[in-house]
T-cell receptor
């Protein structure tokens, strides 16, 4: 069965701290895709990154970085030098190649609060 | 930039009413989706459509129907609204899967629906 677990319900940090959001997934498919989305207080989900199961290279985009480890079925997201504007709910999601619905299976989200 | 527009940000309806939630995308995407978002549950797929006049049930279709008469528009219908349908509803669209990957979904701002 497919499942995405974000065990951290809420994280609070002080500005400029580094913070890592955890994501663990379950799938029986050998080809799958992992995503991270950000949901600021305004409500819309903003796409951050997509990673396919054959590409285990870590990725860095500015202050954001992602660590994909198939061995532990994890796709963790780190924000370096956090800022108040990073405050949002972050969702990790899974999509399986064999699923004809293309649906995203979401974790329950992690609320990040960055305090000034 | 992809633009997914949902007709209302906030909506209040009464039990038993027929409710229409509208979604329009401007990027000629083939796939469109309706999710509902509830605290602690993440996003759950209600219905999706991969072409005009085509629709498929998601994980929680009971009490809902959809309509896709035009490629850019995907409507969610609550046939007889009930209080347990009070939720945040999110529409999304994506390109059809290509040879290499499932495409990311792009989301609207959401409609916060209250059923009294």
């Amino acid at each position: 069965a497919q499942k995405v677990t974000q065990a951290q319900t809420e994280i609070s940090v002080v500005e400029k701290e580094d913070v890592t959001l955890d994501c663990v997934y379950e799938t029986r498919d050998t080809t799958y895709y992992l995503f991270w989305y950000k949901q600021p207080p305004s409500g819309e989900l903003v796409f951050l990154i997509r990673r396919n199961s054959f590409d285990e290279q870590n990725e860095i985009s500015g202050r954001y970085s992602w660590n994909f480890q198939k061995s532990t079925s994890s796709f963790n997201f780190t924000i370096t030098a956090s800022q108040v504007v990073d405050s949002a709910v972050y969702f990790c999601a899974l999509s399986e190649a064999l699923d004809s619905s293309y649906k995203l299976i979401f974790g329950s989200g992690t609320r990040l609060l960055v305090r000034p | 930039d992809v633009k997914v527009t949902q007709s209302s940000r906030y909506l209040v309806k009464r039990t038993g009413e027929k409710v229409f939630l509208e979604c329009v995308q401007d990027m000629d995407h083939e796939n469109m989706f309706w999710y509902r978002q509830d605290p602690g549950l993440g996003l759950r797929l209600i219905y999706f459509s991969y072409d005009v006049k085509m629709k498929e049930k998601g994980d929680i279709p009971e009490g809902y129907s959809v309509s896709r008469e035009k490629k850019e528009r995907f409507s969610l219908i609550l046939e007889s609204a009930s209080t347990n349908q009070t939720s945040m509803y999110l529409c999304a669209s994506s390109q059809r899967r290509d040879s290499y990957s499932n495409q990311p979904q792009h989301f609207g701002d959401g409609t916060r629906l209250s059923i009294l």
